[in-house]
């Protein structure tokens, strides 16, 4: 499997960077005014959060976050028994909290792109992986628990 160099959490930042520049170059029209932007703070601190529970969760079993890595073990508890993609749904949750923060239309232009792109270039392989490695065990964990909520 072709492995790629460029992790997740630099596609997020990439995509921030993106958001800004468009609510700076082109914000079409401002659909969430001022103070009501402010409610996107919670989300992005939300999804900070759900990210640093999640890596924990990683740590903690001794297995690893890095995308395409062997496995040592199926992490299926904490955040993980209501989502098998906590990590990813966090990035989610920060760059709609960061849309909203910006308040126009282009920001929100970003997230069902990241999505695809997230969804393509690391869940499904990585799910095959799992599948591969932990086989019954993956598939009652896939059955039960939904890949982004």
Do not use: C, H
């Amino acid at each position: 499997m072709k492995r790629n160099n460029i992790l997740p959490p630099t596609y997020l930042m990439i995509s921030i960077f993106v958001m800004v520049l468009l609510n700076i170059l082109l914000p079409w029209t401002r659909i969430i005014p001022a103070p009501w932007n402010l409610m996107g703070a919670t989300l992005l601190i939300l999804g900070i959060l759900i990210n640093v529970i999640a890596d924990n969760a990683f740590r903690l079993a001794g297995t690893t976050v890095k995308p395409f890595e062997k496995s040592t073990l199926l992490v299926t508890s904490g955040l993980y028994r209501f989502t098998r993609n906590p990590m990813y749904l966090g990035f989610v949750s920060v760059l709609t909290g960061l849309a909203i923060l910006l308040g126009s239309v282009t920001p929100f232009l970003i997230i069902p792109l990241f999505i695809i792109l997230i969804d393509r270039r690391f869940i499904t392989a990585e799910e095959r992986m799992l599948a591969a490695r932990f086989g019954g065990t993956w598939q009652e964990y896939e059955t039960r628990t939904r890949r982004w909520v």
